[in-house]
């Protein structure tokens, strides 16, 4: 979890508001990846990203390589947007699989 | 779809007993992992592979071994499991090893 960072811990979003989930990395970050583990524990890909943005639905993800940094932004939560997301990290010169962050649990409620 | 199956999907082991955790993938993947969750630690990756009869060492190693018989089997083995090996266990597959990573459903055990 040091070297990948996430923030918050945790967040508490009401239906249809936005907000927006943050990893700063302090290893040289070549791409990202961004899950979902949702309530029955299963971990869903939802982007990977070279330096840039992609946009899918309401989720929306930008990886800054060079201020070494990621975002999730979220835009009119749903309930079925409840979990925990975590960002991971493929190192520079490091072929052996991501490394992870501790993770963001998202509660939106009604 | 990606599909990534892990048995068995629970079990109860005896501390000092032998455990075997078994993953199958039908993604034509090359690489594969074995990722441990904890509470408070998130994913770290215990061993990985990225061809047939080869398993290489990852973060956290230590107690566990891995076996990739071929390209759509990897297995993680605790020789002899301990009450610190409680956690649940991910197996993950990808086509190389920066490209989007698929995991299984994951296997929770228990040492007692």
């Known amino acids: 979890g040091d070297k990948v960072k996430q923030s918050p811990s945790a967040l508490s979003l009401q239906e249809g508001t936005n907000s927006a989930l943050r990893c700063n990395f302090s290893?040289?970050?070549?791409?990202v990846q961004w899950f979902l583990q949702n309530p029955r524990g299963s971990l869903i890909n939802l982007f990977y990203?070279?330096?840039g943005t992609k946009e899918n639905g309401r989720l929306k993800s930008t990886f800054n390589s060079k201020e070494s940094y990621s975002t999730l932004h979220i835009r009119d939560a749903q309930l079925e947007d409840s979990g925990t997301y975590f960002c991971?990290?493929?190192?520079?010169?490091?072929?052996?699989?991501?490394?992870f962050g501790l993770g963001t649990r998202v509660s939106v409620f009604p | 779809e990606a599909a990534v199956t892990q048995s068995p999907r629970s079990k109860v082991a005896v501390t000092g007993g032998k455990v075997t955790l078994s993953c199958h993938q039908t993604?034509?993947?090359?690489?594969m992992y074995w990722y441990r969750q904890d509470t408070g630690h998130g994913l770290r990756l215990i061993h990985y592979?990225?061809?047939?009869?080869?398993?290489e060492k990852g973060d956290i190693p230590d107690g566990y071994k891995a076996s990739r018989p071929s390209q759509e089997n990897f297995s993680l083995i605790l020789e002899l499991a301990s009450l610190s090996q409680t956690a649940v266990y991910f197996c993950?597959?990808?086509?190389?090893?920066?490209?989007?990573?698929?995991f299984g459903e994951g296997s929770r055990l228990i040492v007692v």
């Open positions: 993950a597959s990808s086509g190389d090893s920066g490209n989007t990573l698929y």
């Open positions: 990203l070279v330096p």
């Open positions: 991971a990290a493929e190192r520079n010169n490091y072929a052996q699989g991501l490394t």
């Open positions: 993604n034509n993947h090359d690489y």
């Open positions: 592979s990225y061809v047939a009869d080869s398993t």
């Open positions: 290893i040289a970050a070549t791409t």
